[in-house]
């Protein structure tokens, strides 16, 4: 099936918030749990990313089927970061290719209109052996492990890697 990709707005928050909470419940997908997916979370990185980031969805005849998005930290040091990136698709349309078109469409966004971005990053569970392959083979190189940084319960915990990407046509005059 023929999909788009265009850039999101703010109009997009509640179909956002729909997806958010379908792909939450996916194990070994995003980090935050189906609890803490709501409309004030999407509201903040819709807002954030669209001001200082960038955002893109995938869309099947009007309908909303994945999103990507990373932002800027507000802070000085980190003007030249995209950070917390997070892409998620459908769970009815993923292994279709539209993870891949999403990431490759923000990456080229990236080289071609965001020459102020040095570096992307990401975290992604260790054992996701699935994404990690993905990640690398668009470009992200493995930064290390984080032992234990996700909590499961007391007594589990998992280990995610930190990953970047650098954008090759950064522009270092001032
Ligand atoms: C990760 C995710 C965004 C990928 O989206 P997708 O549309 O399913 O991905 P694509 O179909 O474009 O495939 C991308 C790559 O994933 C891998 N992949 C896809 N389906 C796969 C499968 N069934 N088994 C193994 N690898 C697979 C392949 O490496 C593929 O690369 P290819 O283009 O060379 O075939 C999607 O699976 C998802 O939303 N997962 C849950 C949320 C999540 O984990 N988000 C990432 C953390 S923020």
């Known amino acids: 099936m023929k999909f788009e990709i265009q850039k999101a707005e703010l109009k997009h928050a509640s179909e956002l918030l729909q997806l958010y909470i379908k792909v939450a419940g996916i194990s070994?997908?995003?980090i935050r749990n189906k609890e803490e997916i709501n409309q004030g979370y999407v509201n903040n990185f819709l807002k954030h990313s669209i001001e200082n980031g960038l955002i893109l969805i995938a869309v099947i005849n009007g309908h909303l089927v994945g999103e990507i998005h990373a932002y800027t930290p507000t802070i000085?040091?980190?003007q030249h970061?995209?950070?917390d990136l997070t892409i998620i698709v459908d769970p009815d349309h993923q292994g279709k290719g539209i993870g891949r078109s999403l990431f490759e469409s923000f990456l080229n966004i990236v080289k071609t209109n965001l020459d102020h971005i040095k570096r992307i990053e990401l975290y992604t569970r260790e054992h996701n052996k699935r994404n990690?392959?993905?990640y690398k083979s668009l470009g992200f190189?493995?930064?290390g492990r984080q032992?234990?940084?996700i909590y499961i319960s007391a007594s589990e915990f998992e280990t995610p890697l930190h990953m970047a990407w650098f954008n090759?046509?950064?522009n270092t005059k001032e």
Do not use: C, R
């Open 141 to 143: 190189i493995n930064e």
């Open 81 to 83: 970061i995209l950070t």
């Open 28 to 30: 070994d997908g995003i």
């Open 76 to 78: 000085y040091a980190f």
């Open 147 to 149: 032992k234990d940084k």
């Open 168 to 170: 090759p046509n950064y």
């Open 132 to 134: 990690v392959s993905f």
